[in-house]
Every structure is written in structure tokens, then in C-alpha cells.
């Protein structure tokens, strides 16, 4: 199967500390992965070098047939999408932050598109102009991912975005994620700790102490 | 001229250091030893320069009045520098934001006639705007550093969704250059209220007439407002960039 990004022998050393040990992992177009494992092992650090929000020590890391490096990391990140678990939102409202992604690409705002968004998770029209410190949880989430999600990445880091969430907000994401993976195609890798999204994992993979087990 | 000060004023008038140092030493302040390099290094620094302009301006040679301006802008742009410490070529930085702020602010002030091209307007004046630039440049750089810090979370959130670095930082960016010209904005709302600034003062002191005098103070306060905006926008807009490395991620 076509991987649309691979690792060969990623090593990442921080301030004398060993994090990750040769990781190597072709991801293939279209996967919706689970990573798992205890805190503290690499997972989040993985991800992270995924995003280009920080650069392997060494090894290489392909993505979409080319090495990271040949990359611009404005464009790459655009294409490689890294979502936090507890975002901080920009501005006063809503609307500054779904449009933000408008702004950095200096693109007219899509309205429709944003509603149309905004309504997949739950979210009516009038949330635009709500003030984010207004905004639970769950809404602050859903928000943040659609900020990720307007212009459609190739691939969705999401680092524990549902912990913390209540049964229906979770739903609420995890149903949002499998259209996007299934209907539009794009690879999912979200961190997880939750027995039940382990459980329902498709692809299950497991950082232990900086070393990577993958299980299909 | 009603100048009266002299070296046995000045002697008698020593005596208000004192009262600094006794209350540093009386509340234990362990300002005392600070107090007194100051005061030595005021008195040394000012006759050095006091003697040194008397025979720049006697001599009227544009070389050397060039090399006291150089000599006013290098120090502006190390002090500046000694704000900014974290960011890569704050120094180089600093220098050029003071020499474009400051020529720029000289030369609109030349070239409207407001002073002459006489080494004792020029150089008091290049003073006066180095200084401000400085302040607000140093103003803006710690500005810079503390705001990197505390909203990091926030610049990487904006750096994941595929923002270029500007985009990521225009609004630690814009909050620095506020920071540096707001001292100025907020004593232009004040003076001749609270304060009479010194080239009003010393015009008047110097016994001329306050109506010609507030003249020079209003131009003052149109001067420093160019500069220090100058000097805060330059210095903003190159030194952002050095809170990210070469594959744009934030240090």
C-alpha cells in the first residue's frame, strides 16, 4: 500500500535525553491510526516532529514522496496538520478564530463553508459572534478543529483532543473524524489514552519508552 | 542671562545627595555604593562632555560632528541592546532602528528650518532622539521577550495551522511597538500639565521668552513621536524573527 508518510530510523535527543529511538513507520494514505501509551513515552514528542513544530535529530521522514526538508514548513504545515489537546483560541469571538485560516492564506472568507463547519459539529451560526471565553469545553474543541479542518489537510495529528470531554462530545468528535477520514480521505494519527477509542482503533499503534510498536 | 549656577553652588547643592544616602542607609536599601558611582560617574561624564562639546562647537569641523553623533547613536544602540537580551543581533538591530529613527527625525527637522546646521543645534537635538529611540526600543525588546513567553502556546497554535511567522507574531509584534511609543504619546498628553520639559526649561531659564520657548517644545514633541515610532517599528520588525529558528519553529 502507497504510505503517504514514512519514518526510517527517527531518533530525537533533547538537552542529553533519548526520546525517541529509531522509529521507523510508513503510515498509509488514508490510515486512521491510534497511538497509544504511557505518558512521558514519545507520543506527543512523535507527533510533534510529524508537524514540523519541532525537527528530528536524526533519520528520515518522507512525506508525500518527498523528505520533510524540501518542504517549506509555512506549506507543509498546511498539508500536516497538528491539533493540541486544550487549545487556545485567538481573539475575542468565534469568528476570529474560523477565520484565521482565511487570513494566514490571505483567502476571502468562505462563509457557507464555515457554517456548513460549524453545523457538522453542533455548532449553529450564532456561535460566530459568541465570545470564546464563553465557550465550554467541548465548543472550545470543536472550534479549534475546525480552525484545522477548513482547508482539508492530508493528514490530522490530534494530540488527546477528546480527553477531558463529556460521552457527547466525544461523539460528537469522534463521528466528525471518521467522515473526515472516510469521506474525504484524510489520514488521522490521534494520541489517545481512552480504553474505548483504543478499543475501536483500526490501526493501533504504541510508543513504549521512546520506541515505537506498530499492530494493523 | 540669570545663570547662576557655579562650582560652589553646585557644592552646597551636593548636599542633596545625602539625603539620598541617608535614606538608603537609614532603611537599609544598600542603594549607597550605587548612589555614589552615580553621582561620580554623573559629575565625570558631564564635564568630559561639557568640555568635549565646547570644543566641537568651537572648532565647527562636520567631520567631528558627525563622529559625536556616531559616538551618541553607537551608545543609544548598546544600552537599547542590554533590553533585549535573547534576541539574536539585538545590537545591530538596535543600532539601525536609532540611525534610520534618528536621521530620519533630523532631517525633517533640517530640512523645515526648525534648527540649524550649526553643531551646537545638531548635536543636543541627535541627542535628544537617540535617547527616546533608545528608551522605546529597549522598551519594546523586553516587550517582545516577555510576550514570546508568556502567549508560546498561542504561536504555536498559529504556527500548526500553517501561519508564516509574521502572521504568528503580528500581534506580540504590534503590542512591542505600542509598548515602546507609549511613553512618549502619554507625556505629549501631559506636558506643560504635569511637566515643563527641559528644552522649554532651559530655554526659559536661559531667559527667553516662554511663548518663543514652548516653540521648541511643541517641535520636541512632534520629533519624538517620529522617533520613537521609527526606531520601536524598525526594531520590532527585525527582531521577531529571531524568536524562530531556520525551519520556523518558535526557540
Not at chain 1, 491510526?33 to 506527543?44: D, E, F, I, Q, R
Not at chain 2, 544600552?79 to 532631517?107: C, D, E, Q
Not at chain 2, 522617533?227 to 524562530?244: E, K, P
Request: charged share 15%.
Amino acid at each position: 500500500m502507497q504510505a503517504i508518510m514514512t519514518l526510517k530510523q527517527v531518533n530525537y535527543q533533547a538537552e542529553n535525553k533519548h526520546i525517541l529511538h529509531d522509529i521507523n513507520w510508513a503510515i498509509p494514505v488514508g490510515a486512521q491510526v491510534t497511538l497509544t501509551g504511557p505518558s512521558g513515552s514519545g507520543k506527543s514528542t512523535l507527533l510533534r516532529i510529524m508537524a514540523a513544530m519541532i525537527s528530528k535529530t536524526s533519520g528520515e521522514l518522507v512525506f508525500d514522496g518527498q523528505p520533510i526538508e524540501s518542504y517549506d514548513p509555512v506549506l507543509y504545515r498546511r498539508q500536516v496538520s497538528y491539533c493540541f489537546q486544550q487549545p487556545t483560541l485567538f481573539g475575542e469571538t468565534v469568528a476570529d478564530n474560523v477565520t484565521f485560516p482565511y487570513r494566514i492564506r490571505k483567502q476571502p472568507v468562505d462563509h457557507d463553508h464555515i457554517l456548513a463547519a460549524l453545523e457538522y459539529v453542533g455548532l449553529g451560526e450564532q456561535t460566530l459572534t459568541q465570545p470564546i471565553v464563553d465557550l465550554s469545553g467541548g465548543e472550545r474543541q470543536r472550534v479549534a478543529l475546525i480552525r484545522n479542518i477548513l482547508f482539508l489537510p492530508r493528514i490530522l495529528l490530534l494530540d488527546e483532543v477528546t480527553a477531558g470531554l463529556d460521552e457527547q462530545n466525544r461523539e460528537i468528535i469522534h463521528r466528525w473524524l471518521r467522515h473526515l477520514n472516510v469521506d474525504r480521505g484524510v489520514t488521522t494519527i490521534m494520541i489517545t489514552h481512552d480504553a474505548q477509542e483504543i478499543a475501536a482503533a483500526s490501526t493501533l499503534a504504541k510508543v513504549v519508552a521512546g520506541r515505537l510498536e506498530v499492530q494493523a | 542671562m540669570n545663570l547662576a549656577v557655579n562650582n560652589t553652588s553646585l557644592f552646597f547643592a551636593a548636599m542633596l545627595v545625602l539625603v539620598a544616602l541617608g535614606i538608603s542607609l537609614w532603611q537599609k536599601l544598600g542603594l549607597d555604593k550605587d548612589i555614589i558611582v552615580g553621582v561620580v560617574r554623573a559629575i565625570v561624564q558631564l564635564f568630559t562632555v561639557g568640555y568635549l562639546l565646547k570644543y566641537i562647537f568651537r572648532v565647527d569641523n562636520v567631520w567631528l560632528t558627525l563622529a559625536m553623533m556616531g559616538f551618541i547613536i553607537f551608545n543609544a544602540a548598546w544600552n537599547a541592546k542590554k533590553r533585549g537580551a535573547g534576541i539574536a543581533n539585538a545590537f545591530p538591530i538596535a543600532l539601525l532602528a536609532i540611525f534610520i529613527s534618528t536621521g530620519v527625525t533630523l532631517g525633517v527637522l533640517i530640512l523645515s528650518g526648525a534648527i540649524r546646521l550649526i553643531p551646537s543645534q545638531i548635536i543636543p537635538i541627535s541627542g535628544m532622539i537617540a535617547s527616546n529611540s533608545m528608551v522605546a526600543i529597549g522598551l519594546a525588546f523586553r516587550s517582545l521577550n516577555s510576550q514570546f513567553h508568556d502567549q508560546r502556546q498561542g504561536v504555536l497554535e498559529r504556527l500548526a495551522l500553517g501561519s508564516d511567522l509574521l502572521d504568528a507574531s503580528i500581534a506580540i509584534v504590534r503590542e512591542a511597538i505600542r509598548t515602546g511609543m507609549a511613553p512618549t504619546i502619554d507625556s505629549a498628553k501631559t506636558v506643560g500639565l504635569v511637566s515643563l520639559p527641559g528644552m522649554m526649561s532651559g530655554l526659559i531659564f536661559a531667559g527667553v521668552d516662554p511663548v518663543h520657548a514652548i516653540k521648541y517644545q511643541i517641535m520636541v514633541t512632534f520629533m519624538l513621536l517620529s522617533a520613537t515610532s521609527l526606531g520601536s517599528i524598525i526594531a520590532c520588525y527585525l527582531a521577531y524573527r529571531s524568536f524562530y529558528n531556520a525551519q520556523k519553529q518558535l526557540k
